[in-house]
C-alpha cells in the first residue's frame, strides 16, 4: 500500500508557476487594457463588455495556472496550497495592472478620464436620469479631476481588486482541489 503525502511549500520553486503566471496574466491584461483604452474610451457600454471579457480571460488563466500547480505536485493538492498559489498569482498581476492603469491614464493617454467621464454623462442622459442625479455625477467627477493621482485611493483600489479576485480564488480552489487522505492500493 501506498501512502498519499501532502506537498508542502517550502522552497522557492514551488511559487515558480504562480509567479511565472502572475507575470504572463500581467502581460496579457496590460495588452488588452490597453485596446479597450484606445478602441473603446468614451463608448459606455462596448468598454464595459470589454473589460468583463478582459476579467473572464483573466479567471480562466487563473484556473489554468491552478490545474498546472496541481498537476506540478502530482496531481494532488489541498485547499491551502492551491489557494496560496492563486493568491500569488493575484497579488502579481494585480499590482502591475493597478501600476499599468495608472500609468496609462495619468501619462499616455490623460484624456482617457474625462472622455470616459463624458462618456458616462452621455449615457446617464440616454437612459433619463434626473437632473439632481446628472448634477452629483457631475460634482463627483469634478472632485475626482481635482483630486488627482492619490496613493491611499490607488492602494485602496488596489485592495478591491485584490479583494474580488480572492473571492474567485476561494471558488477556484475549491474546485481545484484533489486531497488523497487515505490509503490506495499499488497496482
Known amino acids: ?11 522557492p520553486e514551488d511559487a515558480a508557476i504562480p509567479i511565472k503566471w502572475g507575470f504572463m496574466i500581467a502581460g496579457v491584461t496590460c495588452v488588452l487594457t490597453t485596446i ?9 457600454i462596448p468598454f464595459f463588455l470589454a473589460t468583463f471579457i478582459i476579467i473572464v480571460i483573466q479567471a480562466v488563466m487563473i484556473r489554468a495556472m491552478a490545474v498546472r500547480q496541481r498537476e506540478a505536485v502530482g496531481g494532488y493538492i489541498n485547499f491551502r496550497n492551491i489557494f496560496r498559489a492563486i493568491l500569488i498569482t493575484t497579488v502579481i498581476f494585480c499590482v502591475i495592472n493597478s501600476v499599468y492603469y495608472n500609468v496609462y491614464i495619468y501619462f499616455i493617454d490623460p484624456t482617457f478620464k474625462m472622455r470616459n467621464n463624458d462618456a458616462y454623462l ?7 436620469f434626473t437632473q439632481q442625479k446628472l448634477d452629483e455625477i457631475g460634482k463627483k467627477f469634478n472632485e475626482d479631476r481635482k483630486l488627482g493621482f492619490g496613493i491611499g485611493r490607488e492602494l485602496l483600489s488596489l485592495l478591491e481588486e485584490i479583494g474580488f479576485y480572492s473571492i474567485f480564488g476561494l471558488i477556484c480552489a475549491v474546485v481545484i482541489k484533489r486531497e488523497h487522505t487515505h490509503e490506495v492500493k499499488k497496482r
Open 122 to 128: 452621455n449615457y446617464a442622459v440616454q437612459v433619463n
Open 1 to 11: 500500500m501506498t501512502t498519499f503525502q501532502e506537498h508542502e511549500y517550502t522552497t
Open 36 to 44: 479597450n483604452c484606445e478602441i473603446f474610451a468614451g463608448k459606455m
